[in-house]
């Protein structure tokens, strides 16, 4: 079955904050340090995501009616890309993504720049994005990519 795409609701939040927590602890640790992911998933609270919901665009792809992962833009901007780990590696993430990008284009966005994680950097590249400075001291990479 083809993921669904829709905005995401308020009573998403916790179902959005569980997938940000396990996508870091189980999928970005494969790439980074164990404790540097634990640290990462700590700095966001569920309130947190509430706040996220309110101030961010977020888009979420649901299979089979499970919410299976979530983006977030703002303007130019690609905030945040999660996919839950039982839904990792089949596709979804990167229809999520070009299904955000193509919203960001509509909108008359040329460029859309974003940081990306260590163990996330090359299903960015993958798709077309370049690196646009070294990785920070935090280890994100900043990244960009031209929209059509």
Do not use: H
Not at 5 to 30: H, V
Not at 50 to 71: P, S
Not at 91 to 97: C, E, P
């Amino acid at each position: 079955m083809n993921p669904v795409y829709r905005r995401a609701a308020p009573g998403d939040a916790i179902r959005l904050f569980e997938i940000r927590r396990t996508s870091i602890l189980e999928l970005a640790s494969k790439g980074i340090p164990a404790d540097e992911a634990a640290a990462w998933a700590m700095k966001l609270t569920p309130a947190g995501m509430e706040q996220k919901l309110r101030e961010l665009e977020i888009w979420v792809a649901e299979l089979d009616g499970v919410t299976a992962g979530w983006g977030a833009i703002r303007g130019s901007y690609l905030e945040g890309l999660y996919m839950a780990p039982e839904f990792a590696g089949r596709g979804i993430g990167g229809s999520l993504l070009a299904t955000l990008e193509s919203l960001m284009r509509s909108r008359g966005v040329r460029e859309i720049r974003a940081e990306a994680s260590s163990n996330a950097l090359d299903f960015y590249l993958q798709r077309g994005y370049r690196a646009t400075a070294p990785q920070t001291p935090d280890g994100a990479w900043p990244i960009a990519k031209q929209l059509q």
